[in-house]
T-cell receptor
Framework: SQTIHQWPATLVQPVGSPLSLECTVEGTSNPNLYWYRQAAGRGLQLLFY??????ISSEVPQNLSASRPQDRQFILSSKKLLLSDSGFYLCAWSTGSYNSPLHFGNGTRLTVT | QKEVEQDPGPLSVPEGAIVSLNCTYS??????FMWYRQYSRKGPELLMYTYSSGNKEDGRFTAQVDKSSKYISLFIRDSQPSDSATYLC???????????FGKGNQVVVIP
């Protein structure tokens, strides 16, 4: 069966520091991969998605970037964190089928101080 | 008008009651509908996935879609304290990078 791993679970970082969140998927090949941010009362916001290695689409212009160095690895990064980057970051995967549902990891709670 | 509307709750019910959740939407092109369950500090877990109108049942869970009214529902029978969570609806017209999510409805099942 497929599993998705996200780490760390919790992170506290000062303003201006870099960020690297990692997500890996097991048990499937060539998945679509996604980064979402979930803010209280604001729902889920798609940040990036990827249909293959090196293929990244950005949905929201911001202080973040994403990379996919391997088929089942997705990384969310920032060079300098802002207070507004605080939130709950979720990685998700789906198969390459057009309308397959998303499966989420357990998220990273990021607090920028 | 927001694309997907969902009452945030909280909805409190006694153990054993039927929980009824719903979402309304404005985009008539939506045809794929999902319900996710999210426990505190965890990621959303897919509960139900339906296509177009009709009902789908899985154990104690029933999902209904009424495309004519742009309205979807999730029913939980014989609710348990372990059902206490936030339930999110999601839908798309096509393409899994184009999901529209509701904001989530918190449910509390009281023993």
């Amino acid at each position: 069966s497929q599993t998705i791993h996200q780490w760390p679970a919790t992170l506290v970082q000062p303003v201006g520091s870099p960020l690297s969140l990692e997500c890996t998927v097991e048990g499937t090949s060539n998945p679509n991969l996604y980064w979402y941010r979930q803010a209280a009362g604001r729902g889920l916001q798609l940040l990036f998605y990827s249909v293959g290695i090196g293929q990244i689409s950005s949905e929201v212009p911001q202080n973040l970037s994403a990379s996919r160095p391997q088929d089942r690895q997705f990384i969310l990064s920032s060079k300098k964190l802002l207070l507004s980057d605080s939130g709950f970051y979720l990685c998700a995967w789906s198969t390459g089928s057009y309308n397959s549902p998303l499966h989420f990891g357990n998220g990273t709670r990021l607090t920028v101080t | 008008q927001k694309e997907v509307e969902q009452d945030p709750g909280p909805l409190s019910v006694p153990e054993g009651a039927i929980v009824s959740l719903n979402c309304t939407y404005s985009n008539s092109a939506f045809q794929y509908f999902m319900w996710y369950r999210q426990y505190s500090r965890k990621g959303p877990e897919l509960l139900m996935y339906t296509y177009s109108s009709g009902n789908k049942e899985d154990g104690r869970f029933t999902a209904q879609v009424d495309k004519s009214s742009k309205y979807i529902s999730l029913f939980i029978r014989d609710s348990q304290p372990s059902d206490s969570a936030t339930y999110l609806c999601a839908m798309s017209a096509g393409g899994n990078n184009r999901l529209a999510f509701g904001k989530g409805n918190q449910v509390v099942v009281i023993p």
